[in-house]
């Protein structure tokens, strides 16, 4: 009878503590996001199959998470199919790609931006644009599990869709700063533009390669520049322009000079121009705030997603190695394969799992996320705690979370699962403190005790706690 | 290349409104779930296919969602089960209950009470016991989707694991009045114990048949008594037996004439008198709480799921027609299967979609869960918003939520925007504003404008906002 407890690999429980320290960051985030106007929205952890497929690449397609058809979802298979399989004249994982689409319709989402597009094109009559909205949602991949890599995991999505106003761009990168400033995280904001990269592609003849030539770049975080022209070679790219290219994207210098060398570049270039106009006017509003974090422009800086066409944003924690903690950028056309074409947009989406590592590596969480319950009543057996149950009450009536031991079991014990919970303040009602009508205080990192009259104890609790 | 937009049946989007209306619920209950000292855990949505078959019976069973195995799934079918299927000698249907478990290995979690057993087997010595947990997330279940029925719906677990104290069951129904109180939901708070329907069981010689009879009673909230009696006779148990114990179970009186009604009966049962003991102790303990929720003592009250082996408790909002709201009760062996058997423990569940309808129909959500932002500036082009983008900023470091509307189009049309979006306060720098140093401030409500000098603008949006 006895089953072994396991939960799918990739995946993950969270107890207690880890709940509390990420829902900080959740309650972190979200708050800036509606500070700055962004509006909440959910969808469901299923979309159908054609939703889903044909939008991230054929790559990721195979890591969506299929969900089985319901009932009798044998009778969709096709037998014809299934036969030349039994006859092996055909392989079980070509059938296995044959075979999805007659039992399975749905599916689990993978991110959050196709969602948010079927969503905005489904919607479209009853949102009032621009649509700023937000997205707390776990997503869900078929990735080889690995450290920091899980099957399971939440993603922070903002986006505002319906304005091509640079004025969005700004104001994502200070909500950004204002995220990582909350959360105690020196941070690095960098930022370029894909008219940029685009016009640099066209200057050294690779216009028509653009987007490969942008998904060799963005591996540049992982691998060394060598690797990464031995990998532009690999590709059949002429040597010579990568030689053209590297001094320009990887120049070190401050931004003015990084775009003075780009626009050298870039003049018989419309497209490049235009990024270069682009960044100079976001920078210039950027300029107006006080921000705290970095920021920095990056012409290597490529993402490696198809659809941005304008600015790109990648957010990387100071003094710690880590991948980036937050990323984005401005697409031109997102909701255009579900019908609704040429309707500009931008947002960032920050990484929960990773900014929880950096603030645990760092030691940076704040005691608060440690603890739920501020004040134990232990259980003495006499008095009998439905006595001082009002007492409780009263104290939960100010605000303050309350338990109260449910067993008469050893004080020992008692002391001991307050201790483990870092509940801060254990009250203890025994027969002589009954008798007099007073309760015992007992602050558990100090240890001190005091003894107060229960007719004053939410007011002194109160008082301690603050 | 248009797709059709479309989400699969039985699941639904949520916008900005509904979410903040579920959000104002999930926040009510979470904020008395803390205050009473339970911690939040979330387990992933998948889990085992294993962990999850065999718990909820084999209808349920079939409405567990399934995940089909990533990549060569097919390599895991049985090439002589599919032959038989092709030549027709078995069905397809019988196939499928025969193939799912060689290509799928996890499922959908159900909902949460599975997964929370076995996170404390998996857990048990990280835990320090009792444990008091709650745990906020969705299910999935393939029933047919219908009137207020989805396939994705929220739960609201909290239970205590590892206590047998009665103290629990009293203040998990203290928080219960405490979650509708703060809600605005007059209720009614049912409670029955297992041990008393036991007692009837074995008092009528249905003691073999308890379960069954359980099954039976629990649809009395659905059909009539007459139909209830039918349904009895025609799963061939006897008259006598019903006619006999309808008249304690559908008493009208006090709850001490009810308990005095089956005392009668229970006389020769140690388990019912034991139960009656039980339902006095708890009346007992909750008469020290000053409820706003009625109590009631219901001796039909059964509950449909045989892992209660206590009190159980069910709650309905009063003066509207609504399936119950909230439900639970004390379960003495959910950790067996898993391995861990005899922890004893009690919890309800809260259901946020039940809730949502009756605080929807009854109109009685608040006003400000409509509402994100709360200050809009308007864009006239001249000045150029990045000009007042700092007093922008200097509104939001006081807390207010703003948005500077992102493009400079009609008027009417940004005004309709805040219209739209509920947004209360608009403020109007335009050109004449700019030289004076002045903003004017539009009260969307009332349609009261002021002007004010820019150098307070924040001080005034605070005392208008409060």
Redesign the interface.
């Known amino acids: ?8 690999k990739g ?6 503590v880890p ?2 320290r990420r ?1 900080y960051i959740f309650n972190t985030i979200r708050s800036v996001f ?15 199959l ?2 889903l497929t044909g939008k991230y690449g054929d790559e990721s397609d ?2 969506i ?4 058809n ?6 969709g ?1 096709d ?1 014809d199919l ?2 030349r ?2 006859n092996e004249s055909e392989k ?2 070509e ?2 790609r044959q ?2 689409p007659l ?4 599916a ?1 989402r993978y991110d959050l931006t196709v969602p948010f597009a ?2 905005v ?3 479209r009559d ?5 649509f ?2 937000y997205q707390i949602q ?1 997503v ?1 991949r ?1 990735d080889r599990p690995q450290k920091g890599r899980y ?2 995991f939440y993603q922070c999505d903002v986006d ?1 869709i319906g ?3 640079l ?2 761009e ?2 994502l990168i ?1 909500m950004i700063d204002e995220v990582f400033r909350r959360l105690g995280i020196p941070a690095t904001i960098k930022i370029n533009n894909r008219k940029i990269l685009a016009g640099l592609a066209e200057a050294v003849g690779m216009g028509e390669h653009f987007q490969e030539m942008t998904l060799i770049l963005d591996k540049l975080d992982k691998i060394s520049p060598s690797d990464l022209k031995e990998e532009w070679i690999g590709k059949g790219f002429p040597e010579a322009a990568f030689t053209c290219l590297w001094p320009v994207i990887s120049h070190k210098g401050t931004d003015v000079e990084k775009m003075h060398k780009a626009s050298d570049f870039l003049v018989s270039s419309e497209t490049g121009r235009l990024g270069i106009e682009e960044i100079q006017t976001l920078l ?2 950027i300029s ?3 921000l705290k974090a970095t920021v920095e422009l990056d012409l290597s800086l490529a993402r490696g997603l198809n659809y941005y066409t304008g600015a790109i944003i990648e957010v990387k924690a100071d003094r710690i190695s880590m991948g980036s903690i937050c990323g984005g950028g401005r697409y031109d056309d997102l909701t ?4 609704m074409p040429g309707i500009s947009g931008v947002g960032v989406s920050f990484g929960a799992d990773r900014i929880y590592d950096v603030l645990d590596q760092t030691g940076s969480f704040p005691e608060v996320t440690r603890t ?2 501020q004040v ?1 009543f232990l259980n003495f057996k006499n008095p009998d ?2 006595e001082y ?2 007492f409780a ?1 009263k104290i ?1 009536q100010a ?1 303050l ?4 031991f ?2 008469a079991i050893k004080i020992r014990k008692q002391l ?2 307050a201790d ?2 870092h509940i801060p303040f254990v009250i203890m009602i025994g027969d002589e403190e009954w008798l007099k009508s007073t309760a015992t205080i007992k602050n558990m990192l100090t240890g001190n005790q005091e003894t107060v009259p229960l007719a004053g104890l939410t007011e002194h609790l109160c008082h301690l706690i603050g």
Chains 1, 2 share one sequence.
Do not use: C
Not at 401 to 404: G, K, L, M, Y
């Open positions: 009878m006895n089953q072994k407890t396991a939960i799918p995946t993950r429980d969270f107890g207690p709940m509390m829902n509606e500070l700055y106007g962004y509006q909440p929205i959910e969808t469901p952890a299923m979309e159908t054609e939703t195979k890591l998470f299929k969900i089985l319901s009932g009798d979802f044998a009778g298979m037998p299934l036969s399989w039994i079980s994982a059938i296995s075979i999805i039992i399975t319709e749905k689990l079927r969503f094109v489904q919607h009853e949102i009032s644009f621009p700023k909205r776990p869900w078929a099957r399971e505002v304005s091509d106003s004025l969005n700004a104001e200070r210039k509003l107006s705030f006080d255009g394969i579900f019908g739920t319950t134990l705690p439905s149950l009002p009450e939960r605000g979370r309350t338990e109260i449910p067993d001991q699962y483990n919970n």
